[in-house]
T-cell receptor
Framework: KAGVTQTPRYLIKTRGQQVTLSCSPISGHRSVSWYQQTPGQGLQFLFEYFSETQRNKGNFPGRFSGRQFSNSRSEMNVSTLELGDSALYLC??????????????FGPGTRLLVL | AQTVTQSQPEMSVQEAETVTLSCTYDTSESDYYLFWYKQPPSRQMILVIRQEAYKQQNATENRFSVNFQKAAKSFSLKISDSQLGDAAMYFCAYETNAGNNRKLIWGLGTSLAVNP
């Protein structure tokens, strides 16, 4: 079974631009979560999607947004990029909430560098 | 709010020896999950082991086992017969089982070096 895939793997953007990251979950997984990893703040939760609905959101500004499609694939968007947005963005997928099988499996991440 | 603390930023172990990584957490909930994830230099986050809080039995996965002390809010990872491939950053994570507030809360990690 294929794992979680994320595209692109690497991105270089300049301040003020916007970026869209994509995540395809493991087949059969319907929940997708996003995390930001930086050396200074560690791993922080961005948001979780299930059935095309955002179920939970972390403490990030509105410049960070996401969505989920009917095939469970998810995208996150960051608008008006700032230098501090440079990070590894990790996507994780899991079975539906409440199933008791909610272990999150991670993709390889997208490394974003903002210049 | 829940917090996760890993008090050992760096550790090292000799190949074939045993090492224990510490993790403590704070929560007022009674039902939750705990995880250890491994992140090698490739940055791929890999699940090592999972523990449900309602289970008293400690989880094991081959050479990896945990010591889960619910009352003490402690969740340590023991790696037996350490191998060079075990060298990585290890993260302890907490996940609530409460409704729509599901998310992983992470410790800052322990960097494990394995010496040949």
């Amino acid at each position: 079974k294929a794992g979680v895939t994320q595209t692109p793997r690497y991105l270089i953007k300049t301040r003020g631009q916007q970026v869209t990251l994509s995540c395809s979950p493991i087949s059969g997984h319907r929940s997708v979560s996003w995390y930001q990893q930086t050396p200074g703040q560690g791993l922080q939760f961005l948001f979780e999607y299930f059935s095309e609905t955002q179920r939970n959101k972390g403490n990030f500004p509105g410049r960070f947004s996401g969505r989920q499609f009917s095939n469970s694939r998810s995208e996150m968007n960051v608008s008006t990029l700032e230098l501090g947005d440079s990070a590894l963005y990790l996507c994780a997928s899991s079975f539906a909430p409440g199933t008791g099988e909610e272990t999150q499996y991670f993709g390889p991440g997208t490394r974003l560098l903002v210049l | 709010a829940q917090t996760v603390t890993q008090s050992q930023p760096e550790m090292s172990v000799q190949e074939a020896e045993t090492v224990t990584l510490s993790c403590t957490y704070d929560t007022s909930e009674s039902d939750y999950y705990l995880f250890w994830y491994k992140q090698p230099p490739s940055r791929q986050m890999i699940l090592v082991i999972r523990q449900e809080a309602y289970k008293q039995q400690n989880a094991t996965e081959n050479r990896f086992s945990v010591n889960f002390q619910k009352a003490a809010k402690s969740f340590s990872l023991k790696i037996s017969d350490s191998q060079l491939g075990d060298a990585a950053m290890y993260f302890c994570a907490y996940e609530t089982n409460a409704g729509n507030n599901r998310k992983l809360i992470w410790g800052l990690g322990t960097s494990l070096a394995v010496n040949p």
